[in-house]
T-cell receptor, first 109, second 113 residues
């Protein structure tokens, strides 16, 4: 079983929609989670991180961790065409950061 | 501040030729270093990671090797490239604390012809 699993998509939504991106993780000891955004032909950039459980909000983006179900989510409100990218979830950990495979998102004007 | 440099940005190599991609990190000491690959339409695949000089862990057996000759230098190599080695190669670093983010270089797009 992979440490972090993510639906590869692609996910296509109209502009202004609320987007929900999700990952599951295997080890309940994991506490530190991150979301990255990757535009085409670029390296991934850190978008948000969360520690333990609960929500963290940054503008239109909200990261959520549900430890009971080992589920991590990224919500994007009022999605924009500029949000079109691949989104990767990750868990932090000693010696190695582990990534999901990424979900490709397209926001259609 | 910390920066990561990866080069070249694009590379076209014939089948059977050698490969050397280099990555260096500035502004930090003893980072964890990573090499990832993204094949076309595929996800992020961890190839190698290193926690120190000369310490390399291989995640996927393949035609590639990695070396860490200096604390902040990470090199990806191949003696003979295959067509299947084509892809987008990313170097990354993270700190040594328990909970830490990874930061990526801008990537090398390798096309083996």
């Amino acid at each position: 079983q992979k440490e972090v699993e993510q639906d590869p998509g692609p996910l296509s939504v109209p502009e202004g929609a609320i987007v929900s991106l999700n990952c599951t993780y295997s080890n309940s000891a994991f506490q530190y989670f991150m979301w990255y955004r990757q535009y085409s032909r670029k390296g991934p950039e850190l978008l948000m991180y969360t520690y333990s459980s609960g929500n963290k909000e940054d503008g239109r983006f909200t990261a959520q961790v549900d430890k009971s179900s080992k589920y991590i989510s990224l919500f994007i409100r009022d999605s924009q065409p500029s949000d079109s990218a691949t989104y990767l979830c990750a868990r932090g950990g000693y010696q190695k950061v582990t990534f999901g495979t990424g979900t490709k998102l397209q926001v259609i004007p | 501040s910390q920066t990561i440099h990866q080069w070249p940005a694009t590379l076209v190599q014939p089948v059977g030729s050698p490969l050397s991609l280099e990555c260096t990190v500035e502004g930090t000491s003893n980072p964890n270093l990573y090499w990832y690959r993204q094949a076309a339409g595929r996800g992020l695949q961890l190839l190698f990671y290193s926690v120190g000089i000369g310490q390399i862990s291989s995640e996927v057996p393949q035609n590639l090797s990695a070396s860490r000759p200096q604390d902040r230098q990470f090199i990806l190599s191949s003696k003979k490239l295959l067509l299947s080695d084509s892809g987008f190669y990313l170097c990354a670093w993270s700190g040594v604390m328990m909970n830490t983010e990874a930061f990526f270089g801008q990537g090398t797009r390798l096309t083996v012809v």
